[in-house]
């Protein structure tokens, strides 16, 4: 049987996924240069760190089947986010990149998100964000580990 604190946090964590908060501080919706789908801004921000992926990396670093990988790489490359580019190690698979206008639209989307989140925690004392997002990366390493899926970090952040 489940600790009770497990139990407790099943229900926090059902909670956290149902607040449109912080997918769109208080329910606003980003203006036209942050406006980017979810989906976009995570797969970029995944090319932001690891740099040119194809379709087949991207859906292994997420547990993705091609398929939808796929659909939603189709939709970045209809809006002008990401393009197509040659395997630049020299490889058969086309790469994914992100072009000027999505690297503009991720940044001004994560200052949006950013700036929402920093108004909702507002009153609480900065060790205890600090506190927090390390709470947070240690259970989302957790999970990686589990599924063998790290998300790669940036070294001396908070969390890392």
């Known amino acids: 049987m489940a600790r009770p604190a497990v139990a407790e946090l099943e229900q926090e964590l059902m909670l956290v996924g149902r607040h449109s908060a912080l997918r769109s ?8 240069d942050a406006h980017l789908e979810r989906s976009a801004y995570i797969l970029l921000s995944r090319i932001e760190i690891e740099g040119p992926m194809s379709i087949g990396q991207l859906a292994d670093a997420f547990g993705l089947d091609t398929s939808t990988v796929n659909r939603q790489t189709a939709a970045m490359l209809r809006t002008g986010v990401a393009e197509r580019i040659s395997d630049p190690a020299g490889g058969m698979a086309r790469k994914l ?9 991720m940044r001004a989307y994560r200052a949006w998100v950013v700036t929402g989140l920093d108004d909702l925690l507002a009153d609480w004392p900065q060790r205890d964000i600090a506190a ?12 990686e580990a589990k599924e063998g899926r790290p998300w790669p970090r940036e070294h001396g952040s908070v969390a890392g």
């Open 132 to 143: 927090f997002s390390g709470f947070l990366a240690r259970f989302n390493e957790a999970i």
């Open 97 to 105: 990149r992100i072009t000027p206008e999505g690297e503009r639209r």
């Open 25 to 32: 501080p208080y329910g606003a919706v980003p203006g036209p």
